[in-house]
Nanobody
Framework: QVQLVESGGGLVQAGASLRLSCAAS????????MGWFRQAPGKEREFVAA????????NYADSVKGRFTISRDIAKTTMYLQMSSLKPEDTAVYYC????????????????WGQGTQVTVSS
């Protein structure tokens, strides 16, 4: 089992940047693919980005391609989401998740979830 804790959320203006972190503890971090999802008020949870166990393969939602970058530091057992050119529509609670399979975009493939961190982008 693995425990996940997100941090780094906050209130920023449109166009700003923010970096989210997801600290993992418990079972070996490197055995899991990792992903970021988000959920805005009144909307379903949606995929943002994912990264393979090795960090070589990444996968992004079209809405964040070119603006967000996912990465992981295996030594620090931490995953990151660097967000730039933020838009009001990026406002949501952001969740990190761990999957025993590959870096998919399907939330049902992820076995473990963090509690979420709020990101609010003002216009």
């Amino acid at each position: 089992q693995v425990q996940l804790v997100e941090s780094g959320g906050g209130l920023v203006q449109a166009g700003a940047s923010l970096r989210l972190s997801c600290a993992a503890s418990g079972r070996t971090f490197s055995v899991y693919a990792m992903g970021w999802f988000r959920q805005a008020p009144g909307k379903e949870r949606e995929f943002v980005a994912a990264i393979s166990r090795s960090g070589i393969r990444t996968n992004y939602a079209d809405s964040v391609k070119g603006r967000f970058t996912i990465s992981r530091d295996i030594a620090k057992t931490t995953m990151y989401l660097q967000m730039s050119s933020l838009k009001p529509e990026d406002t949501a609670v952001y969740y990190c998740a761990a999957a025993q399979g590959g870096p998919t975009s399907f939330s049902s493939d992820y076995n473990y979830w963090g509690q979420g961190t709020q990101v609010t982008v003002s216009s």
